[in-house]
Structures are given as C-alpha cells and as structure tokens.
C-alpha cells in the first residue's frame, strides 16, 4: 500500500492561517505569512484538518494507553485523572471550525465527496470526543464569537449525530462527484481512494454500533450486517505515515526520550502477561511468547518478558524488577511509523465479537458460533500480517485455536487488545465490559506506589473538562461536569 507522508511542519503553519482568520476566531493578531481563508481552496484544507484527527487520538492514549495498561509511567508509575486537553484543542482548535470552512467550500462547488469525507472527519471527532468526556459541544461549537458559551449536547444525541454523519457520507460517496475537484495527494489517508473511504464509513459504524450494543438501543446483528460492507484487508486500514524528517510522536516521546535521558513509558504488565504466556500459557514447546511482542517492546535480551504493574513501584507481577520496555524500530516506534485510527483486523475483532453476542454468548460463556471463530482466526492472521511477523504456530497453538466449541469472550476481547495496541479504542473496550477480569484476563487495577492516589480503589471511566474550558465556559462546563470515575451515557 503506498505511504501516504505527513508533513507537519507545513501543516502546522498553515493551520494557524486558517484558524487566525476564520470568522470562528478573533480576527486579531493574525501572524504573518498566513493564507485568508478566502484564498484557500479545499484541497489547501483537507490535509491538515487529517493531520490533526490522527494527532488527537495519539494525544488521548497517552493518558488512556496507561488507563489500559498498555503502558505505565517510567518505573510503572499509574496516571491519575486526565483532562486530555490537548485532543480537546485538536477537536475544537483545529479540526471542527476547519471542517466547517470545507464543507462551506466544497457545498459552493459542488465537491460532494470532498463534503462527504468531511462529514466522515467529523464523525471521528466527535466519536473520541462523547467517548472521552461524555457531553460535549457540538452544534454550537463552532459559532466562534459569535456564540462565546456553547452549550453541551447529550453522548446519546452524539451518537445519534455520528450516524447520520456516516450514512450520509455513504450515500454521497457512491454518487457521481461533477465537480472537477477531487481528492488526491491533499487525502493523507487514503490518495483519493474513493471506495476505501466508504468501507471507512461503514468500519466505523460498526465500532460506534457496537459500543451501544451493551446499552441496548443497537443489536449485534445490526453490527454484523454493517461491518458486511466495512474493510477487505489491511490494504484498507486507516492510518498515516510519518517520515524520517517529521517523525512519528510515539518514536519522539519513548525511544528518543529515553535514548536521551528524559521521562519515558515502560510496557505494563496487562499487556505483557497477555503475550509471553502467563495469562494464556501456551501449549507448544515450538511457542515461548506471541510473536508481536518484539515488535512492541524491548527486554534487553533477557530470557523472560516482564512487564510493569500498573503502579507497582517498578516491579512485575512475580515481585521481581520489570523489564520490558517500548522497543526501539518498532511498528509504533520508528520515525516513519503510522498512527493507527482503524484496521480490518480489528473489523475482524468487531464481527467476531459481534456474532459471539448473537449467539448468546456471555462474559463467562464458552462456546459459539462458526462466524464468531472465523472472524476471531481472521482478525489474528490480519494482525500478525500488519506487524510483520510469522503466526502459524500462534496460530496453531491450542491456547488459540480452541476451536468454536471453545471460543470465550476473552479470547477475542484478549487478541483486540494486543492488535490494538496503544488505540483509545481499547479504553472503550474496557469500560463496555466494566473492566471484567472475566473479559480481559488477569486484569487489576493499579496500584498506589508511585501512582496518583486520588480516586483509589476506582476504575478512571472518562477525561474531566480542560480548565481552560471551565473559565472560558464556565456555566456550561459545571452543570455538565462528573467525576473522573463516573460512568459516560453508554457506559451506565
């Protein structure tokens, strides 16, 4: 699949022109050197406005990924409550006011698939947004001056919005665009690739679909029936590529932090366990951890793989020193490594899961159907292929290929996980499943060494309203602020 290079230092600049001067912001102080947004064209928009969706979702893991597990702070050090600020002013600073100007532009000339993709961005950002704080501005979020105290809309009016999003999206990208004006080198994600977007719109729908299949206002079928249309193969997955000159931020913020001497992450012990065989002991002699491990993580050439505990002052579950960090060339780690927004793998995960619920299945069932194990083989094979690695005896161990008399939930739950590894999709995951051990094997909540002791004892469930926000709205923020541990629409 061809790569698809972000450069951010150009998109950066011209993101500050579009949203110094658009009517959405003070017209004041406008730096120089930067375009009117009437002299803009679409195209001139599109690239930064994707720049910025894959950003905000690396800069809500950072505080989700330790949430997971996937990570802990240098030591295992456990994150208290977030506000994930920085995803608030991709949303609200970068991204949602400019995806404005493009449908005003694109509507003027008739660019309806261009509309289309960016009622697709919009979706995105709106999904992460409900799902990290619940209720969030979003019809009168872009009114600017015009409208200095936007008031909340509900997560279930959100989800509501995200559909229609999409099923519009769908339906105009399957439609003749007469406008001469098409996405090509300006689409980050996907070069133009018209019919990969729409299997985007269709992935996506399924994973929102599902996260409210718990909640009861969508069945698994509905998912099974959407995801029908969603990805084919990892040629499909929606991601963007950084370069050695702009560099991937996971490569910046573990391996050259750490190379340097500065505050860094380890890989947790959830994570760990789940693949060098503790949690899912694995019954080969021919297989001593998953094959992806390596590809995450580094253990300095040490004979077993000992991951963090979540606030545990350093030390892996068996009580000796953790030893596994973020390895260095990893598929996450490296200068022109992607960021990962949604894959056919975890399409695969999504419809087994899926077809596991329709059967019946439960949090401690065993057993299910033949499109609930296919799809869970399928999602592993994908994923092994992504991150380049050889998974036949994985995938022939009997730890994995427990066949569909002996599928759990937590087989699938548990190859989710690690496929998407540092995805803030997996904090929705484990909130659906209310952090069920039953669920996601061995999990525990994290300790009190080292760690935030605020909230002990509770499981974070969602990011608390940047201060910013509350001085600026304050009205609005406090009758919709809860506590860090409170349960978001979905998740009650």
């Known amino acids: 699949m061809k790569k698809f290079i972000i450069k951010t230092g150009m998109l950066g600049l011209l993101l500050v022109g579009i949203s110094s001067c658009s009517d959405n912001y003070f017209d004041v102080n406008t730096p120089s050197r930067t375009a009117q947004e009437e002299e803009l064209r679409v195209s001139d928009l599109m690239a930064p406005v994707m720049y910025r969706v894959l950003s905000g979702q690396y800069s809500v893991e950072q505080s989700f990924g330790n949430y997971t597990q996937y990570f802990v702070g240098e030591g295992g050090v456990a994150s208290g409550e977030t506000t994930a600020s920085g995803l608030w002013s991709s949303v609200y600073l970068y991204t949602l006011p400019n995806v404005v100007t493009i449908k005003e532009k694109a509507d003027e000339i008739g660019a309806i698939h261009y509309s289309a993709v960016a009622d697709i961005i919009t979706a995105i950002n709106i999904g992460v947004a409900t799902d990290t704080w619940d209720d969030i501005p979003y019809t009168e ?6 409208n200095l105290f ?130 899912f002991p694995f019954q080969s002699s021919a297989l001593s951890i998953d094959p992806r491990l390596p590809v995450f993580g580094d253990n300095d050439g040490e004979a077993e793989w000992k991951g963090y505990v979540s606030g545990g002052g350093g030390l892996a579950p068996d009580g000796t020193s953790g030893n596994t960090g973020f390895v260095e060339g990893g598929y996450y780690t490296s200068k022109d490594s ?47 292929s992504k991150y380049g690695v050889d998974g036949s005896d994985y995938l022939a161990d009997g730890s994995i290929a427990v066949g569909e008399s002996g599928l759990m939930l937590q087989n699938i739950m548990k190859e989710k996980y690690i496929h998407n590894f540092l995805n803030p999709e997996t904090f929705v995951d484990f909130r659906r499943y209310d952090f069920s051990d039953d669920v996601f094997k061995g999990l525990q909540i994290r300790g009190e060494i080292d760690s935030d002791g605020d909230y002990a004892g509770e499981w974070f469930r969602r990011a608390t309203y940047p201060t910013t926000e509350e001085f600026s709205n304050p009205d609005n923020v406090a009758a919709n602020k809860e506590t860090p541990v409170t349960p978001v629409w979905w998740d009650e």
């Open 141 to 146: 979020a872009t009114g600017g001056i015009d």
């Open 338 to 384: 992607p960021l990962l927004l949604i894959s056919y793998a975890e399409a695969q995960f999504i419809k087994a899961e899926a077809a596991f619920l329709e059967n019946g299945g439960t949090t401690t069932s065993v057993g299910s159907s033949t499109v609930a194990y296919e799809a869970y083989l399928a999602g592993i094979e994908s994923s092994m």
């Open 150 to 279: 936007p008031f909340f809309d509900t997560q279930e009016s959100i989800y509501t919005e995200i559909f229609t999003l999409l099923d519009n999206a769908i339906v105009e990208l399957q439609e003749v665009d007469e406008s001469g004006t098409y996405l090509g080198t300006d689409d980050l994600i996907y070069g133009g690739d018209i019919d990969k977007w729409i299997k985007a719109a269709y992935t996506l729908k399924a994973r929102y679909q599902l996260h409210l299949v718990g909640k009861g206002t969508v069945s698994a079928s509905d998912v099974l029936t959407t995801i029908e249309n969603g990805f084919e193969s990892n040629d499909d997955d929606f991601q963007m590529y950084y370069d050695d000159e702009d560099q991937n931020p996971w490569y910046s913020v573990e391996v050259v932090a750490k190379s340097t001497g500065n505050s860094h992450n380890d890989l947790a012990s959830q994570l760990v366990s789940s693949m060098n065989g503790d949690y």
